[in-house]
């Protein structure tokens, strides 16, 4: 039986991909990240261990005893953790952090997928086991955005590409083409916590693809906690790239959206964006 790895990370993207790898015919072998893997991602995967987020010699070790020689990633794993002392770094993983140039998200990701792949383990893009997830083009919503919102989305789609190229994050909340919070360590839903906190309602939020966005990893996803997140600062619409980003529970984030009266839109390129 064909085997593939999963190094899962937080929230429903590993047990989704999971399910769809063993629909394909995988024996889905899992390395669930502690602290941040959800505990019932035993119920989705052929076999698991659970490992600390910064044991990357152990991870690897792990991989290669279970016979894994591809692999996906999957799950957030925030930044965050390397200034919270939840992370107990192995000796690999201390060496790994010495040779970076920086800590961007790119830096550390290419690193990591190095080190998996001189031990004969290949990454392979998160979209092979997620294209019913990817979100098409069109409207999602019987809500649409009005006119103001589509120029506020072409205003932030500028600003959250340029965000990206400089690797820092892929959201913006912006209103009144005015940008009121970016996405960077804290991650999306605290973006949209201080932007929308900041302009009281009607907030615009437009997360996209980094213009060098590699597919291995750390596409743009959003699921009903984006929209449950939007919805406590009254923010009223939202953006995605479509095609590019990771819909969860898309029936779920419809309905929520619909019933909090929030527009949901996918767009290749918003006009006057460029």
């Given amino acids: 039986m064909k085997k593939i790895g999963l190094i899962s990370g937080m929230g429903e993207l590993p047990k989704a991909i999971a399910l769809e790898a063993k629909a394909k015919g995988f024996h889905v072998m899992a390395i669930a990240l502690e602290p941040l893997a959800d505990k019932d991602l035993t119920e989705y995967v052929d076999d698991i261990r659970w490992i600390n987020v910064g044991k990357l010699g152990t991870i690897i070790e792990s991989l290669k005893r279970s016979g894994i020689r591809k692999a996906v990633m999957a799950g957030k794993v925030p930044k965050s953790l390397l200034y919270k002392s939840r992370i107990t770094p192995d000796l690999r993983a201390v060496k790994l952090l010495f040779t970076l140039k920086d800590r961007s998200d790119d830096s550390i990701m290419f690193a ?3 080190e998996l792949e001189k031990e004969g383990i290949t990454l392979l ?7 019913g997830m990817l979100t098409s083009e069109g409207f999602l919503t019987s809500n649409r955005p009005t006119d103001t919102e589509l120029k506020d989305i072409a205003f932030g789609w500028k600003m959250a590409k340029e965000l990206g190229k400089l690797d820092i994050g892929q959201t913006v909340v912006v209103k009144g083409q005015a940008v009121l919070a970016v996405e960077a360590i804290e991650g999306t839903d605290e973006a949209i916590r201080r932007g929308g906190l900041l302009c009281g309602q009607g907030a615009v939020i437009v997360k996209v693809c980094k213009p060098q966005q590699d597919l291995r990893f750390d596409l743009p996803a959003v699921g009903p906690q984006t929209i449950n997140t939007m919805e406590q600062v009254r923010a009223s619409c939202l953006a995605v ?7 969860i529970e898309r029936e779920a984030v419809v309905r929520e959206a619909d019933r909090a009266g929030i527009a949901i839109v996918a767009l290749r390129d918003p006009q006057g964006s460029k």
């Fill in 241 to 247: 790239e479509a095609d590019k980003t990771i819909m």
């Fill in 125 to 131: 893009n998160t979209t092979e086991f997620c294209s």
């Fill in 112 to 114: 990591i997928t190095r």
